[in-house]
């Protein structure tokens, strides 16, 4: 499996919307709604935000969104706050009991 | 709460065989629907899913590394083992374990808790 593509870096200051998109394949992105989107604070466990493409854990706030159109899922984040400031990384289910990973983007609040 | 530990060495040698424990509390690996999986993400790089193993022992690979890697499970001391043989410089990662639910269901498929992650490195 080929790793799911991210933008490496996006930034937007606080109070305004950035979009990360995650681009795969037909087989993977595209083919099923198993898209979970994770945030990662430098030195701390990955944190589930986003699954099934549009389901927020309880807990997230929903400034967190997301969404997927063909082979691109995007996750975005309204109103942006200091501590949004993380990496993100998608993960999408690929078949055959596999799994598979964005390449993760650097957000930077501004 | 879910926690999840990772622990193993720290350096391994080239060739050599590659053994990393998760401990995990807070849930059990005999519930119906639940899987633990094994990721892990070299320096720069991309997360890379390795393995995963559910309640009822089934176990699957990444097909670009299935012939290395074998995952285990000892439920009744809420462990995970995950073996990597021939070990090479490439190899060198942060290695995480994670709660995988609803592994197989139609809804809700995801990794909802992930280790703090075990740094390998491996020298040649």
């Known amino acids: 499996q080929s790793a799911l593509t991210q933008p490496r870096s996006v930034s937007g200051s606080p109070g305004q919307s950035v979009s990360i998109s995650c681009t795969g394949t037909?087989?993977?992105?595209?083919?099923?709604?198993?898209v979970s989107w994770y945030q990662q604070h430098p030195g701390k466990a990955p944190k589930l935000m986003i699954y099934?493409?549009?389901e927020r854990p309880s807990g997230v706030p929903d400034r967190f969104s997301g969404s997927k159109s063909g082979n691109t899922a995007s996750l975005t984040i309204s109103g942006l706050q200091p501590e949004d400031e993380a990496d993100y990384f998608c993960?999408?289910?690929?078949?055959?009991?596999?799994?598979?990973f964005g390449g993760g983007t650097k957000l930077t609040v501004l | 709460q879910v926690t999840l530990r990772e622990s193993g060495p720290a350096l391994v040698k080239a060739t050599q065989t590659l053994t990393l424990t998760c401990a995990f509390s807070g849930f059990s690996l005999s519930t119906r629907e639940m899987c633990v999986s094994w990721i892990r993400q070299a320096p720069g790089k991309a997360l890379e899913w390795l393995a995963l193993i559910d309640w009822d022992d089934d176990k699957y690979y990444s097909t670009s590394l299935k012939t290395r890697l074998t995952i285990s499970k000892d439920t009744s001391k809420n462990q995970v083992v995950l073996t990597m043989t021939n070990m090479d410089p490439v190899d060198t990662a942060t290695y995480y374990c994670a709660r995988m639910v609803s592994c197989y269901g139609d809804f809700g498929r995801r990794i909802d808790s992930w280790g703090q992650g075990t740094l390998v490195t491996v020298s040649s």
């Open positions: 099934d493409v549009s």
């Open positions: 993960c999408s289910y690929a078949g055959r009991y596999t799994w598979v």
């Open positions: 037909s087989g993977d992105v595209g083919g099923y709604r198993y």
